[in-house]
């Protein structure tokens, strides 16, 4: 039985893999149209690893015979985990409905005849999320009657530090999900 997933035997120019739709390639799912960082996602899984550290200690203190401090740690393990998994959604999804941008607290849904405009403009970003701001290039999305949504997606987040490129190509493929929809 050959196992080609594990073997560079396999063609990967395979046309019909490439034409072949993902499950999860309809328009009305919602998606990110870019990966998360490194950055964020090393983050996580330092969250991830200080979760399993708390998860271990509430088995010990079980083993020691003390029942409720064993269900605060598990409980404590439970909500860093939350706060992990939130914060690899952080970002903006999209979908034939509309534009969602998902904040690591609270999360705005717009349908796209809500949205005037998605363009990228050159401005002062915060560096990391952090108070400090540099110059860069932000991605702003504005509402019909109502002001911009806080900015998420910038060339000096989380996301996109260091790669220029994946900047450009979100920003592009944000920017003709909000043309082709908002009509």
Do not use: K, N
């Not at 328009?27 to 149209?33: I, L, T, V």
């Not at 964020?40 to 083993?63: C, E, K, N, P």
Request: hydrophobic share 50%.
């Amino acid at each position: 039985m050959p196992l080609t997933f594990l073997t560079a035997d396999r063609d990967l120019d395979d046309q019909a893999a490439e034409a072949a739709p993902l499950p999860h390639a309809g328009a009305d799912h919602w998606r990110r149209p870019y990966r998360p960082g490194p950055g964020r996602v090393g983050a996580a899984a330092v969250f991830l690893l200080l979760a399993s550290f708390v998860l271990l200690s509430a088995v010990i203190i079980v083993a020691a015979g003390a029942l409720p401090a064993a269900l605060v740690c598990a409980g404590v393990a439970l909500l860093i985990i939350a706060l992990a998994v939130r914060f690899l959604r952080v970002g903006m999804w999209v979908s034939a409905h509309g534009l969602r941008q998902v904040e690591p607290l609270r999360t705005t849904t717009l349908r796209w005849s809500e949205v005037a405009t998605v363009r990228t403009v050159q401005r002062p970003v915060r560096w990391l999320g952090l108070p400090r701001t540099v110059q860069g290039q932000a991605l702003v999305v504005e509402r019909r009657g109502g002001g911009p949504l806080r900015t998420l997606v910038t060339d000096h987040s989380g996301d996109f530090l260091g790669r220029p490129e994946a900047f450009e190509r979100a920003a592009d493929v944000l920017e003709a999900w909000a043309a082709e929809y908002r009509r």
